[in-house]
C-alpha cells in the first residue's frame, strides 16, 4: 500500500520526488505512464475549462523541449549513480545520441522508470505511452530495468487518420501512431484477455446462417471426434449416422435437447450450431485502430493537451489488474488514467507537476464524482495533505 494512506491519491509535484517520498516497494499492480514524447514543442491549453494554470500568460500545460545544459549533466550524474544497469545503457546512449535534448529526456525518464520498478508488485505491469521519437531508446531503459525477458508487447495504436506530410515539405511517411510498451516486473502477471468485435466481412462469410424465428446467426462446428478411436472418442449413431464422436452419448443427447445439434439434411453428418452471440469475438491484437483520439466536440473531452481516450485506459486497466488493484500512473495530466480506474472499481494514484494538469484533474474527478468527491480521495501538494473542496 502506499505509504501513509490507503486512499486514492492526486499529488502535485514531481513525480521521481514523490515516488521516493510517498510509495512503497511492491505495492502498485499497474503503472501506467504517457510523460512527454520528446516531441520539442511546449504545450498551451486548448480551452477554457481549466482555470488555475501557470506561466506569465497562464496557458502553459507542459514543457516538452530538451537540452543538454548543467542541469541535464547532473539528471545523468544522478540517473547513473541509480543503479549498474542504468548507468551501463546510459553510457551506451550518450556514445550513441551525444551529448543531446534526447540524452537529457533519457536522463529524466531512467531514475522515473527505476522507481517504477521498484513500487510495481512482482505481479505487476507497466505500460509506457511514447512515439517514435524516442520509443526505441525508451525501451532500451526499460528493457535494462525491467529485464529483457520480462518485455511483453509492443502495442501500435492508431491515433489519427492519414494526413499528407509532403505538403509541409516532409519527404516521408505520415506519422499516425503512438507506441505502448508493455513489460511485466517477473514471469507471474495479471492478464485478462481483451476481445473486439468481429468484422462484418468475417461474420458474413462464416456466421453464415441465421435462425428463423430468433434471427441469431451461427456457424456449424464439427462434432465428430479427432483420431477417431486412436484418441479415445466414442462410437455410436447420431440422426442415423455413425461415428467417432467428440461428445459422450450422454452429452450428445443433452446437446440435441437443446437444440445444439442440426443436420443440413437427411443422412447428413450432424453438426454444432455455435451462436455469434455467445462468442466473445476476436482476441486483442498489438495493433490497435479501433480507438479515435479525443475530438474537439468529444463528451470526455476536458481542454488539456494530448489528453487520451478513456477507451484507451478501459482496455489497458482491464486487461492488467482487477478489481480493487492500485493502479498508479505518474504523469497524468487531466487524470485519465484515474476516472477511468475510479469507474473500473480500481484504486488509484495519480501525479502531475503542472498546475494546470492538476486544475483539470480536480475539475474532473469533482464532475465525475459530484458530491462524493470529498471522500473518494485525498489532494496532497508540497507534501501536505490539502482540502480539494468546492
Ligand atoms: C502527455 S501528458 C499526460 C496526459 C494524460 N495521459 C491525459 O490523458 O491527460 C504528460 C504530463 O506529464 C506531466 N509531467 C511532466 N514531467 C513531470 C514530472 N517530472 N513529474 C510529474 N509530472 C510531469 C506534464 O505536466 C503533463 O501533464
Known amino acids: 500500500m502506499e505509504r501513509g494512506s490507503s486512499k486514492n491519491s492526486l499529488y502535485h509535484g514531481d513525480n521521481l520526488d514523490i515516488l521516493m517520498r510517498h510509495v512503497e516497494d511492491d505495492s502498485v499492480d499497474l503503472v501506467y505512464l504517457d510523460p512527454p514524447f520528446k516531441s520539442n514543442q511546449d504545450f498551451s491549453l486548448s480551452s477554457e475549462p481549466v482555470a488555475d494554470t501557470e506561466g506569465p500568460a497562464g496557458r502553459v500545460a507542459f514543457g516538452d523541449t530538451w537540452r543538454w545544459?548543467?542541469?541535464?549533466?547532473?539528471?545523468l550524474q544522478r540517473a547513473m549513480e541509480s543503479g549498474a544497469r542504468i548507468a551501463r545503457i546510459l553510457r551506451s546512449l550518450r556514445d550513441l545520441v551525444g551529448e543531446t535534448g534526447m540524452l537529457a529526456y533519457l536522463s529524466m525518464m531512467a531514475p522515473r522508470i527505476g522507481e517504477l520498478h521498484r513500487v510495481l508488485k512482482p505481479t505487476g505491469s507497466l505500460?509506457?505511452?511514447?512515439?517514435?521519437?524516442?520509443?526505441?531508446?525508451?525501451?532500451?531503459?526499460?528493457?535494462?530495468?525491467?529485464?529483457?525477458?520480462?518485455?511483453?508487447?509492443?502495442?501500435?495504436?492508431?491515433?489519427?487518420?492519414?494526413?499528407?506530410?509532403?505538403?509541409?515539405?516532409?519527404?516521408?511517411?505520415?506519422r499516425i501512431h503512438d507506441v505502448i510498451l508493455f513489460h511485466g516486473k517477473s514471469d507471474r502477471w495479471t492478464w485478462n484477455p481483451q476481445h473486439t468485435p468481429y468484422d462484418r466481412e468475417y461474420v458474413e462469410s462464416f456466421y453464415r446462417h441465421v435462425e428463423p424465428g430468433t434471427g441469431r446467426r451461427y456457424r456449424l462446428g464439427d462434432l465428430t471426434g479427432p483420431g477417431g478411436a486412436n484418441n479415445g472418442n466414442p462410437e455410436y449413431e447420431v440422426l442415423g449416422v455413425t461415428r467417432y464422436w467428440r461428445y459422450t452419448r450422454?452429452?450428445?443427447?443433452?446437446?440435441?435437447?437443446?437444440?445444439?445439434?442440426v443436420q443440413s439434411r437427411p443422412g447428413a453428418v450432424p453438426a454444432y450450431k455455435r451462436y455469434l452471440d455467445e462468442m466473445p469475438g476476436v482476441p486483442l491484437q498489438d495493433v490497435w485502430t479501433d480507438i479515435?483520439?479525443?475530438?474537439?466536440?468529444?463528451a470526455e473531452r476536458v481542454g488539456y493537451p494530448t489528453q487520451k481516450p478513456e477507451a484507451l485506459l478501459e482496455r489497458i486497466i482491464?486487461?492488467?489488474?482487477?478489481t480493487g488493484d492500485l493502479v498508479l500512473d505518474p504523469f497524468c495530466g487531466c487524470g485519465t488514467t484515474l476516472v477511468v480506474a475510479r469507474r473500473l472499481n480500481r484504486r488509484w494514484i495519480?501525479?502531475?507537476?503542472?498546475?494546470?494538469?492538476?486544475?483539470?484533474?480536480?475539475?474532473?474527478?469533482?464532475?465525475?464524482?459530484?458530491?462524493?468527491?470529498?471522500?473518494d480521495y485525498r489532494f496532497v501538494e508540497a507534501g501536505e495533505e490539502v482540502s480539494h473542496a468546492r
Open 292 to 298: 479515435r483520439p479525443v475530438g474537439a466536440r468529444a
Open 250 to 261: 450422454e452429452k450428445m443427447e443433452q446437446l440435441i435437447v437443446e437444440g445444439r445439434v
Open 350 to 375: 495519480g501525479v502531475d507537476s503542472s498546475r494546470a494538469a492538476i486544475a483539470a484533474t480536480l475539475a474532473r474527478l469533482r464532475g465525475d464524482l459530484g458530491e462524493t468527491a470529498d471522500s
Open 318 to 322: 482491464r486487461s492488467s489488474s482487477n
Open 127 to 174: 505500460y509506457l505511452h511514447c512515439d517514435p521519437s524516442a520509443s526505441h531508446y525508451l525501451k532500451l531503459l526499460v528493457d535494462s530495468v525491467f529485464g529483457a525477458k520480462n518485455f511483453r508487447t509492443e502495442i501500435i495504436w492508431k491515433r489519427g487518420s492519414a494526413h499528407n506530410d509532403t505538403k509541409q515539405g516532409r519527404c516521408q511517411h505520415g
Open 69 to 75: 545544459d548543467e542541469s541535464a549533466e547532473l539528471d
